[in-house]
């Protein structure tokens, strides 16, 4: 039982080390509820508290929850995969998954690839905002989202 509870508050510590943080435990409604706790205990409780409850991914993609958008990295290998996709990303994004919008979460180093393929649906019409949107568009638009 000891190994199982320390293996959950051991991925729970590692798991949120991922998100955009505004304390060393995240952001979420663990740092919502024990607001200020500096010592391990508050913290700890925090980070299993927000992978227990799956509110953390919402909050980063939302700007909620205490948490703040810390931008995608926009690097060469996901301008170029963007503008070589741009056709399919469109149509996977239109419907919410697809392996473009699978790939492009991991260039972008999402770890809640669902989430993010959800937020990426539901602000479509904000990252396509034209017939012509050009590479450099999408991305600006997926980064402000």
Do not use: P, W
């Not at 949120?16 to 995240?26: L, Y």
């Not at 991914?57 to 939302?62: E, L, Y």
């Not at 034209?130 to 402000?144: C, F, G, Q, R, Y």
């Amino acid at each position: 039982m000891k190994k199982i509870i320390v293996s959950i508050v051991a991925i729970a510590a590692l798991s949120t080390g991922a998100f955009a943080t505004n304390s060393t435990s995240g952001c979420g409604l663990g740092s919502m509820i024990i607001k200020g706790g500096s010592d391990k205990g508050s913290h700890i409780f925090q980070s299993i508290f927000n992978s227990i409850s799956f509110n953390q991914a919402f909050g980063v993609s939302s700007g909620t929850s205490n948490c703040k958008s810390a931008g995608h990295a926009m690097n060469e290998r996901t301008q170029d995969f963007v503008a070589s996709n741009m056709d399919q990303l469109a149509k996977e994004i239109a419907v919410g998954h697809g392996e473009s919008v699978d790939t492009l979460a991991e260039l972008l180093n999402v770890q809640d690839k669902e989430a993010f393929a959800s937020a990426l649906q539901a602000n479509y019409n904000g990252i396509y905002t034209s017939d012509k949107s050009e590479m450099s568009d999408v991305l600006d638009n997926i980064s402000a989202m």
